[in-house]
């Protein structure tokens, strides 16, 4: 059993920067590929990104260039660094763990809402 909690989120203007933290307990997080997705009104969750137990990163093309991935497996924690935020990256972040093996998200926080304002 993995749990998750986000905090990072708020207020932005556009183009400027937020970062939000994933901290995780439970089960072994340096195994599980962790994932960020959001999800804005009217439009399905999408990925858009995700690292790996070594480190490996993915990234949507929207946010390629912008966002950045990154995991403290000594803290249990994975960050979103978002820089050159614009009005489209508003939504509810939420983090997801998918252990080794699994091919979807198992575990999943409760979300953070970035509004980014033009």
């Known amino acids: 059993q993995v749990q998750l909690v986000e905090s990072g989120g708020g207020l932005a203007q556009a183009g400027g920067s937020l970062r939000l933290s994933c901290a995780a307990s439970?089960?072994?997080?340096?195994?599980?590929?962790m994932g960020w997705h959001r999800q804005a009104p009217g439009k399905q969750r999408e990925l858009v990104a995700a690292?790996?137990?070594?480190?490996?990163?993915y990234y949507a093309d929207s946010v390629i260039g912008r966002f950045t991935i990154s995991r403290d497996n000594a803290k249990n924690t994975v960050y979103l660094q978002m820089n050159s935020l614009k009005s489209e990256d508003t939504a509810v972040y939420y983090c997801?763990?998918?252990?080794?093996?699994?091919?979807?998200?198992?575990?999943w926080g409760q979300g953070t809402q970035v509004t980014v304002s033009s």
């Open positions: 997801a763990a998918r252990p080794p093996g699994v091919t979807l998200y198992n575990y």
């Open positions: 439970g089960s072994i997080f340096g195994r599980n590929t």
């Open positions: 690292i790996n137990s070594g480190g490996g990163t």
